[in-house]
T-cell receptor, first 115, second 118 residues
């Protein structure tokens, strides 16, 4: 099992450009999440998908859109990138099995710089 | 709504010394509590979690944490640290309803950078 994978690992954009961050999990989890990590602020939830076909806003959704393409894939789109969106982005999926309890598994992250 | 405060942004210690990383939370509902570790340029890895039962929780790499409901704390401890424990540690909380079902959304603290010196 690869777990949670994210592409790309690094990206540099100019202000106003658009891009999509891809995330996939092979653990058959229902719920998936997008976080951003900024120094001294921990991780903040951008959007989440409790199950295939549903998405909801998190704490910092402005400037982002998401698509739950299928059970495996959950993408994050920046329509018009701004320097304030320079951050490290993490995707996670959540296990609710009796063995592992309530646990989120994280991908390796995408480091995004907006100039 | 819930919030998490990690009381120390940086904790330097010498190898083989004990360490405690402090975490306090606030929530209007029942909570599940987690500690994650992030090594440089990597994603987050679960260290341990409290869902119910015994308030003393043991995790990987010799770490443990104690849930204290009256003090709304979930401090992380290790009796003897190694150089390889140098990393950033995050405390997180997830609210749960009266039936014990988690809402599934994690709220993270600001992180504590643990640096272990030889």
């Amino acid at each position: 099992n690869a777990g949670v994978t994210q592409t790309p690992k690094f990206q540099v954009l100019k202000t106003g450009q658009s891009m999509t961050l891809q995330c996939a999990q092979d653990m058959n989890h229902n719920s998936m999440y997008w976080y951003r990590q900024d120094p001294g602020m921990g991780l903040r939830l951008i959007y989440y998908s409790a199950s295939e076909g549903t998405t909801d806003k998190g704490e910092v959704p402005n400037g982002y859109n998401v698509s739950r393409l299928n059970k495996r894939e959950f993408s994050l789109r920046l329509e018009s990138a701004a320097p304030s969106q320079t951050s490290v982005y993490f995707c996670a999926s959540r296990s609710m099995t009796s063995g592992s309890g309530d646990t989120q598994y994280f991908g390796p992250g995408t480091r995004l710089t907006v100039l | 709504a819930q919030s998490v405060t990690q009381l120390d942004s940086q904790v330097p210690v010498f190898e083989e010394a004990p360490v405690e990383l402090r975490c306090n939370y606030s929530s209007s509902v029942s909570v599940y509590l987690f500690w994650y570790v992030q090594y440089p340029n990597q994603g987050l890895q679960l260290l341990l979690k409290y869902l119910s039962g015994s308030t003393l929780v043991k995790g990987i790499n010799g770490f443990e944490a104690e849930f204290n409901k009256s003090q709304t704390s979930f401090h992380l401890r290790k009796p003897s640290v190694h150089i390889s424990d140098t990393a950033e540690y995050f405390c997180a909380v997830s609210g749960a309803n009266a039936g014990g079902t988690s809402y599934g959304k994690l709220t993270f603290g600001q992180g504590t950078i643990l640096t272990v010196h030889p």
